[in-house]
């Protein structure tokens, strides 16, 4: 790059910083930097009496300093620019589109270790690691050993729900206990310590096969010769039901990808949630793949970033933050279970991967392919207006048939769950249908998964008298009972208390548990079905960093009967030998106060009962729920994407919600009530006059209003939303917005702008 020079011979740059200001600044370029700079290179300079390291945008006429000296570049860290030119106008164009300082996005697309102001040392460090030593299988065992020792009993369960081992820091955090209760543990024979290096990487410990991939079926074979035929930086949507190969549709498409000599990235909503999926593209391409997980240090994820910068891996495969893997001559970016809300960034700048990766293929000239069984209704119209282009798998590969799905009506008298003795504290939860069926797969040595969706199973802690309900003291939610062992905890800032005896608003000794968790589910299940192996899997079980594959293996390995879980189990798993899925209620995801809240529940069913029958057994499923006509029940029984599609739309254009407007959260929050509603009645009336004004587009602003969950860690939350039927006049308003009115000046009190929120809560 050549330096344009400002008048007096000096070098001027345009810097951005990762600091929450819309601004570039001017720096100087002094002779004898240890690298030269160009546009995307990082450069450390001084900033307020210290130094930060800020992200060179380009040569700089000097025309912002006015009479201002320039200070200069301290350091240029980088013999090459971080950001090669593509990936700076996608993050330019990620400035713009969500209304965020373009030094936070630059900041953010980098691995954190590139962030800090030093330069990374990755250190290589060990822990302990408590692991099972003996299986107590039953749970009278269980009930005898641990009598007198509840907290054992707790770490000995939470160790087995998480695959027989655990840092030992983790569980004593996880469990608040102290460091004698691992020892007592392993003092009884029933744990031993180990210790492991933490810098290990887990898909390295996984075993490895190669494989080829299959011969595609007829269906494959077309989307697979599309997909080479396309055009550069066209998008296409693969729509294929579960279970009809979108996976080989992928693989195939990087194989052409890599024989150009070109490179891909495949982003995956999570990864520990799909090591079956990522296993799969390591079996083909092996060392060529780079894992980037959330389980990896800083300097893993450097040394990984470093790779695919030098073209010594040529695929990323990765959750969100995957999309800016520093690949040069980008094939095509694979983006599945692309409905999948873990695409959106939940702090500024809050992305949508998706839609970025979108972005990154057209700046690349790559193909982006969108997969999912159940596209989101933005993606889906997108297709259907020929903005993307469609691609169908309509059937299962080998012929084989969607399983059979069943509606499990709980209003009827006839189903209600059975109550036993062991019931009567909670409600039960087995309809006889799915007892039934559960039974039958127990006898024949065939696998189940029950799926208990944790949001609205949480239990809770509730006065029979004065129907009083424990709740946060901090947040405005209920507070969530655990059994083992025995308090209740917030799930928003994990704030713990113990039990009350007496009823704080009454006085008297009625309190009882309602709703449950997964762990009560679990221990019901397990006195229903007393031989049943079960595998837990829930946010408390799979904190580990290796949780979720250690389960999912033993499920791969037969060594569990019901693997039961919350909608972290839905997602692409693949076990021939699963035959029966229960859904346990389908109803506490449509109750939600949020417009998607149809098209989450329906996915979610769609893509539950989509693991049932995948091998030549077949498969069932059992869904039940109290709105067995509600059509996103009624469509995920006929596995019928396109009529619950037809029923959707018509309810998202009045009140007009995405994908017919487009729409930005603007929520005000603080530790005052007070401070907060008046900051949130400011902004409404700036944008009253900033909408009375020249026309700024159809924009409507609506609110202001508390947010649904009203307070969270103490933070009171309003918020306005923005509804407009073009995104320029969206993104104009709220950039003048964000750019141009005055927060009071309290500390505390904060704006967030979310464009295209995937919820409203
Ligand atoms: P999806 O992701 O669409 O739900 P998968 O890609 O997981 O489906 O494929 C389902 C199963 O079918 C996998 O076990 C996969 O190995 C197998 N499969 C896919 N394509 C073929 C093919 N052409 N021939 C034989 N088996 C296939
Ligand atoms: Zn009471
Ligand atoms: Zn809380």
């Keep these: 790059m050549t330096a344009s020079a400002a008048n007096d011979g000096r070098r001027l740059i345009d810097v951005a910083l990762p600091i929450p200001l819309f601004r570039a600044f001017t720096y100087e370029v002094k002779g004898g930097t240890r690298h030269p700079v160009a546009a995307g290179s990082r450069v450390v300079v001084p900033v307020r009496g210290g130094r930060e390291v800020g992200y060179c945008l380009g040569e700089s006429d000097g025309a912002a300093l006015g009479s201002v000296v320039p200070k200069a570049v301290i350091d240029v860290p980088d013999a090459e620019p971080a950001f090669r030119p593509d990936l700076l106008a996608v993050c330019r164009w990620m400035s713009e589109y969500y209304v965020a300082p373009l030094g936070l996005v630059l900041r953010a697309a980098l691995p954190a270790a590139l962030g800090a102001r030093k330069r990374p040392e990755p250190a290589v460090k060990t822990r302990r690691v408590v692991c099972l030593a003996k299986a107590l299988e039953t749970l009278m065992e269980r009930d005898r050993a641990f009598a007198r020792a509840p907290q054992q009993r707790a770490l000995y369960e939470l160790l087995e729900s998480a695959g027989g081992a655990a840092p030992v820091e983790w569980a004593v955090e996880r469990l608040s206990c102290s460091d004698a209760v691992v020892t007592g543990l392993v003092k009884r024979g029933l744990a031993t310590i180990e210790r492991e290096g933490v810098a290990r990487d887990p898909f390295d410990r996984r075993e490895r096969k190669r494989a080829t991939p299959h011969e595609p079926t007829p269906a494959q074979r077309a989307a697979i010769d599309a997909l080479a035929a396309a055009a550069p930086g066209e998008t296409f949507l693969l729509r294929g039901i579960t279970g009809s190969g979108k996976t080989l549709v992928y693989l195939e498409l990087l194989q052409q990808v890599l ?245 704080p608003q009454c006085g008297a000794d009625t309190l009882r548990q309602r709703g449950l968790g997964t762990q009560q589910v679990e221990r019901l299940v397990a006195e229903q079905l007393p031989s049943a192996r079960i595998a837990r899997m829930d946010v408390d079980t799979t904190s580990g960093k290796w949780a979720h594959a250690d389960i999912l293996d033993r499920v791969g390995q037969g060594d569990v009967d019901i693997l039961l879980g919350t909608q972290m189990i839905a997602k692409g798993l693949d076990f021939p030998n699963v035959t029966l899925v229960g859904v346990i209620d389908a109803d506490v995801g449509i109750n939600l106060p949020d417009f998607r809240a149809s098209e989450r529940t329906f996915q979610l069913l769609s893509q539950v009962a989509g693991r049932a029958g995948r091998g030549p057994k077949g498969g069932r499923v059992i869904i039940q729920t109290r709105l067995p006509s509600h059509h996103a029940v009624r469509c995920a029984v006929t596995h019928d994407y396109e009529a619950f599609v037809a029923e959707e739309l018509p309810g998202r254009q009045s009140p007009a919600w995405p994908p017919t407007v487009r729409l930005a959260n603007v929520v005000f929050s603080g530790t005052e009530e007070r401070a907060v509603l008046e900051l949130a009645e400011g902004a409404a009336a700036w944008f009253a006059t900033a909408l009375a004004g020249p026309p700024a587009g159809a924009v409507e602003v609506i609110g202001p209003a508390p947010c649904p969950i009203e307070r969270i860690k103490e933070r009171w939350r309003w918020h306005l939303v923005l509804r407009g039927t073009h995104a320029g006049a969206v993104t104009r308003l709220a950039r003048r917005f964000l750019t141009s009115f005055e927060v009071p000046g309290r500390a505390d009190l904060r704006v967030s702008f979310d464009r295209d929120p995937v919820a409203l809560l």
């Design 259 to 503: 024989a150009r000599g070109q490179t891909a990235i495949v982003l995956v909503p999570e990864i520990a949630l799909t090591p079956q999926t990522v296993d799969r593209f390591r079996a083909v391409f092996g060392d060529d793949v780079a894992v980037l997980h959330s389980g990896l240090s800083d300097g893993e994820r450097y040394d990984a970033w470093r790779a695919l910068r030098a073209g010594h891996k040529r695929i990323a495969v990765g959750a969100r933050s995957a999309v800016f893997a520093p690949l040069d001559r980008l094939g095509a970016i694979v983006v599945d279970e692309e409905h999948e809300a873990t695409y959106k960034q939940g702090e500024s700048p809050r992305y949508h991967a998706r839609e970025v990766a979108i972005v990154r293929a057209r700046e690349a000239g790559a193909v982006c392919v969108l997969g999912s069984a159940t596209p989101s209704l933005e993606s889906w119209v997108n297709a259907t207006t020929g903005k993307y282009r469609l691609l169908t798998l309509p059937d299962r590969v080998g012929g084989g048939a969607l399983p059979a799905v069943e509606v499990v009506d709980l209003r009827a008298g006839a189903n209600a769950p059975r109550r036993t003795a062991a019931e009567r504290a909670v409600r039960g939860i087995l309809s006889a249908p799915l007892e039934h069926a559960l039974n039958e797969r127990l006898a024949r040595g065939e696998q189940s998964i029950l799926l208990l969706n944790r949001r609205g199973y949480s239990a809770f802690v509730q006065c029979t008298s004065c129907e009083w309900v424990a709740a946060c003291p901090r947040c405005s939610i209920s507070l969530t009972y655990h059994r083992a062992p025995e308090r209740l905890v917030c799930h928003y800032c994990l704030h713990q208390e113990a039990l009350h005896a007496r009823c």
